[in-house]
């Protein structure tokens, strides 16, 4: 069954001030899967006794691409140990030239991932929507990465952001998503990141799609927020719940 989980890259300050207290606040909400990035201060078999403690599933992590390819044993080596199932990174370019080797080198990291049992996922922001001969960067990285070492993770969000239709996106990636990140924005000529269900993400929409082209994990992620970083992960959590029905 699906499930919605939470970048904690939303509640950093929270967790910067308290870890572990930040930590049992996102299991109290009712998040049963967490994205991140490693343990923090925590060893790993702190960390991991807390999860077990919180019922939390570390099952995602996002990474760099560098150190994915020079040194992978040592950049998976604590994901392994916590359990993360799914890695993802992003990177950009300034031509068509740049998206075709980023596709290459994701080829060789995702390799890398997978031969230690993790999945490698490209995530995008909004400047791979710019046009290259035709085609956009977003194109033409999941056009060059090997399918087979390379998933997608739609940033619904960013897409938003870009101009693009996340419906659309999310099924001309059927077969290659496994995780989204959900996110909203508001409009205009300042547009500002806000709690998903409160801003022009045709929220219905995407969930109506990503259900049909059968998304796992929905993180959520809001990169800045008005209010508390923990009352809009709250807020995003009641308001995508009621939208995908998990």
């Known amino acids: 069954m699906a499930q919605l989980g939470i970048q904690l890259y939303t509640v950093r300050d929270a967790m910067a001030k308290d870890y572990t207290g930040t930590l049992r606040e996102i299991a109290r909400i009712g998040y049963p899967t967490i994205e991140g990035g490693g343990t923090g201060p925590l060893t790993v078999d702190a960390f991991n006794a807390l999860m077990k403690e919180l019922k939390l599933n570390p099952i995602g992590a996002h990474v760099g691409l560098d150190p994915l390819i020079d040194k992978p044993a040592e950049a998976l080596a604590v994901h392994k140990a916590i359990g993360t199932k799914y890695i993802a990174l992003s990177a950009s370019g300034k031509s068509a030239d740049d998206y075709k080797k980023l596709g290459e080198r994701l080829s060789r990291a995702g390799k890398n991932c997978l031969e230690r049992g993790i999945t490698l996922q490209y995530h995008n922001h909004a400047h791979e929507f710019q046009t290259f001969g035709g085609k956009l960067g977003l194109e033409i990285i999941y056009e060059t990465a090997d399918p087979k070492y390379v998933k997608a993770q739609i940033d619904v969000g960013w897409v938003q952001r870009a101009g693009a239709d996340p419906v659309a996106w999310l099924k001309k990636m059927k077969g290659r998503i496994v995780t989204i990140h959900l996110k909203d924005t508001t409009d205009g000529a300042d547009p500002q990141w806000t709690e998903v269900g409160t801003g022009v993400l045709p929220l219905a929409a995407v969930a109506k799609a990503a259900k049909e082209i059968g998304v796992e994990y929905y993180f959520i992620e809001q990169d800045t ?22």
Do not use: G
Not at 228 to 245: C, D, G, K, M, Y
């Open 225 to 246: 927020c008005a209010r508390p970083s923990l009352e809009s992960a709250a807020i995003s959590f009641t308001n995508a719940r009621t939208a995908l029905a998990l």
